[in-house]
């Protein structure tokens, strides 16, 4: 089974700033853009994931429409982390213990009170069992610490194993990248 993971296309904000589950959209042109990339070859038994978030639900109904598949409804599962209080902050105006807090426990600190590494890690532990149990191929249209996630756990590494594995590497994730994972 193959799964292809794929960056959301570039979100409209300036640079500088912390979102993560803020719901972020994305231009026409960077969504028809990315669309075409994907689109070269029409795919056979294949089933669209998406986070909800309207960055990558947008790129998801686009390729389904575009062959002819339905419409995946979103997965919560698969949104990138929740940064409480500090999305859509400039990271300079962010309170410089926070992030010293976050990075001396970057597993359970709950930036801005919102989510963990490692309650991100679980859910979306849960959703690579769920697609395993599932035998096909997929596409998953999600966020960068979502692959970073889906990547630890494709490598056999339980969610709080996932969750230091991600937090503690750098990553260079171009939006609408992809990575292929094969079992």
């Known amino acids: 089974m193959r799964l292809l993971l794929v960056r959301h296309p570039q979100p409209i904000i300036e640079t500088g700033i912390c979102y993560g589950r803020s719901d972020l959209d994305v231009s026409a042109e960077q969504l028809t853009q990315t669309?075409?990339?994907?689109?070269?070859?029409?795919?056979?038994?294949?089933t669209i994931y998406t986070s909800p978030l309207q960055r990558c639900a947008k790129l998801a109904q686009a390729l389904a429409e575009h062959w002819n598949l339905a419409v995946p409804d979103p997965d919560p599962r698969l949104a990138e982390i929740?940064?409480?209080?500090?999305?859509?902050?400039?990271?300079?105006?962010?309170?410089?213990?926070?992030?010293?807090?976050?990075?001396?426990?970057?597993?359970h600190y709950q930036p801005g009170g919102g989510e963990s590494v490692l309650q991100m890690a679980v859910r979306v532990h849960d959703f690579y069992q769920h697609w395993r149990r599932q035998h096909h191929d997929a596409i998953v249209i999600c966020h960068a610490g979502t692959i970073r996630l889906l990547q630890a756990c494709h490598a056999g590494l339980a969610p709080a194993a996932m969750a230091?594995?991600?937090?503690?590497?750098?990553?260079?994730?171009?939006?609408?990248?992809?990575?292929?994972?094969?079992?």
Not at 35 to 46: M, N
Not at 82 to 106: C, K, S, T, V, Y
């Open 35 to 46: 669309r075409r990339q994907l689109a070269i070859a029409q795919p056979t038994e294949l």
């Open 82 to 107: 929740d940064f409480g209080q500090w999305e859509l902050q400039r990271w300079d105006d962010i309170p410089r213990h926070e992030i010293d807090a976050w990075a001396a426990d970057l597993v």
């Open 164 to 183: 230091l594995h991600a937090a503690q590497r750098p990553h260079h994730i171009d939006y609408s990248s992809t990575l292929l994972l094969e079992t």
